[in-house]
């Protein structure tokens, strides 16, 4: 990066801008469907297929290597994720209840995520192979804490502003779906104003400029190479499974972490069927907040306290290395998200009880996902680090993808508490993996 382009100009944006649409396809996208009525079933279901886009950008990011600049890419995809962010609120369906799944609106909706889910997943390609391209390996880890801080202010903002906006409309005026759309909105304009400031004042940089761009032979030769000394690498089975396993209880836990604070308390059970499965679902055994609550709760206090565990957990592994981090942050990752199974079985009324434990399970997910992240920088170095990055974040989405399927008509067949226990138990999985990496590190 030439000298004069400070890192402080542009990964505190940079990052903010690739957590907005993240956060709006994986988590605000939960909220909505769930405050409209959708079945934890459905809703876990549909919200977890919008993982594909980053799954599967592994077989673009090569194009993304060698076509155009990385900072072409970037504000190319800014502008289409501001785009379609745009029409999501005058597109948004208004049927409630179980048969918002069945409204064409809802497909055209899902539709618009998709292509913010799309245009997210290769700006992450581009947004991390510039960050890569600038930094030294000693950079990347001074700077890691930095761009993780940023990206979770991206998340307050999603999780804990808007869903707050949100709720606080619903409250005033009884319309869910039009506190959504004026939600969205909001969500737009600021979308726009990082991308105007990016198409401007991203800095360019010579290591930022496409390899070769030759004809469509090379491309096609790059993107076999890129996959072929990916899965040739040292270790390449062991990082796979550390990648898919380490945050196993977190891919059934978070699309059902929200659902579960704003789901009435009450338990009542009805005969219902997620595609072609019929079943006893048990709706209820939630903390019955409100969508404001939640988003203050859970999106701003708990995000925060979430971003403080990653600046700590950034600090504390790059004074101590990798190896020597990763007992500490496995626990960290998986041990506080106990609080779960003491608040479906408690059901506090206490907002302080509710917000400490969000908050002690976030800070301790915040600080152990920074191990998760320096793993995955260290296998993809070498000379195709943009796309082997891209590789092992696509095996990071399917970890969350795969559980994201089933979690929803897991909850609505034992209910949240035995669910949560479920979901916890997988936390001996990250241990196991965690184990094995330990060993290979110290050869």
């Known amino acids: 990066m030439k000298n004069s382009s400070s890192p402080w ?12 649409p993240y956060f709006i396809v994986n988590n605000i996208s939960v909220v909505m469907f769930k405050n409209m009525g959708m079945p934890n079933g459905l809703l876990a279901l549909y919200t977890s297929l919008l993982y594909l886009p980053w799954v599967i950008k592994p077989l673009w990011s090569p194009f993304v290597d060698i076509i ?13 994720m501001s785009v379609a962010m745009l029409a999501l609120p005058f597109l948004l369906p208004q049927t409630r209840g179980e048969d918002l799944a069945q409204a064409p609106m809802f497909f055209i909706t899902l539709a618009l995520f998709w292509v913010t889910a799309f245009a997210s997943a290769t700006h992450d390609i581009a947004a991390d192979g510039y960050y890569m391209l600038a930094h030294n390996e000693k950079s990347q880890a001074a700077f890691i804490g930095i761009r993780s801080t940023f990206y979770r202010i991206a998340s307050v903002f999603a999780q804990g502003v808007l869903v707050f906006i949100a709720g606080r ?10 506190s959504w759309q004026v939600t969205l909105g909001i969500t737009s304009l600021f979308m726009l104003l990082v991308t105007l400031y990016h198409t401007f004042l991203l800095p360019k940089s010579d290591a930022a400029h496409p390899l070769i761009a030759t004809n469509t032979k090379h491309i096609w030769r790059e993107l076999g190479e890129s996959f072929a000394t990916f899965f040739k690498k040292k270790g390449c089975g062991l990082a796979i499974t550390f990648m898919l396993l380490y945050r196993l209880s977190e891919g059934f836990l978070i699309k059902l972490c929200q659902p579960f604070l704003v789901d009435a308390r009450n338990i009542t059970y009805r005969n219902g069927s997620v595609l072609g499965i019929d079943y006893q679902q048990i709706i209820g055994g939630g903390l019955g907040l409100n969508t404001d609550t939640v988003g203050f709760i859970y999106g701003t206090i708990g995000v925060i306290c979430l971003l403080l565990g990653g600046i700590l957990g950034g600090i504390y592994i790059s004074r101590r290395g990798l190896k ?9 990752l998986t041990l506080p998200s106990f609080v779960y199974v003491y608040l479906s079985i408690a059901q506090p009324i206490n907002q302080w009880i509710i917000g400490t434990a969000v908050c002690f399970e976030q800070f301790g997910y915040g600080f152990g996902f920074t191990a998760y992240m320096l793993f995955m920088m260290h296998f993809s170095d070498g000379p195709y680090k943009t796309s082997h990055y891209a590789i092992c974040t696509a095996f990071m989405a399917l970890s969350m993808m795969i559980p994201g399927f089933i979690a929803g008509t897991l909850e609505m067949m034992v209910g949240y508490s035995t669910f ?18 330990y060993k290979q590190l110290e050869n």
């Not at 100009?9 to 907005?20: H, K, N, Q, S």
């Not at 155009?68 to 995809?77: A, D, G």
């Not at 020597?324 to 960290?332: I, P, T």
């Not at 916890?424 to 993996?433: A, K, L, P, Y």
């Open 9 to 20: 100009l542009w990964v505190p944006t940079l990052y903010f801008a690739e957590g907005i």
């Open 68 to 80: 155009r600049s990385k900072r072409w890419w970037i504000v190319t995809m800014q502008i289409l």
């Open 169 to 178: 409309i619903e409250i005033a005026t009884g319309n869910i779906p039009f």
């Open 324 to 332: 020597r981090s990763l007992w500490l942050m496995a626990a960290a």
């Open 420 to 437: 949560f226990w479920i979901a916890n138990s997988c936390s001996i999985t990250t241990f196991i993996i965690t184990y094995f990496v």
